[in-house]
């Protein structure tokens, strides 16, 4: 994996989704703020520390994860934040149970120690 510093915003959302997929606990942490935000599909708050054990523990693992559509606020030269809309096809397993259906991510990110990291966010399905 190439380091996330000096990523464009949209590389920086392409390193996160393959980090996602193979469970690299160590880039998830860098890419992820202390001070994150998420809340999961079920309403439910999820935090940086959750997030991590579930990818290292194989709580969660992606056995797919397709983008279907990406969009990305306008970040601008010198610009420290922006946000990111992903809609993807996964299969997922959860606590032993494979999932397969249609996620929409909203992330808000800032730039923090030169690399972008997700401060805020939300998975949700899609319609």
Known sequence: MRSTESLSLDAAETALQQAMKNSDVA???????????????????????????????GE????????????????????TSGSTEVVAEVVNIIQGERVHGLLKWHRDWHLIDSRWQVIRGSVSLAK
């Open 60 to 79: 969660t693992k992606f056995e797919r994860l397709d983008e279907v559509s990406r969009r990305i606020s306008a970040v601008r030269e010198g610009q």
């Open 27 to 57: 880039t998830l942490d860098r890419m992820i703020s202390d001070d994150l935000v998420f809340v999961g599909i079920d309403g439910k708050n999820i935090s940086k520390q959750d997030d991590l054990k579930s990818h290292k523990t």
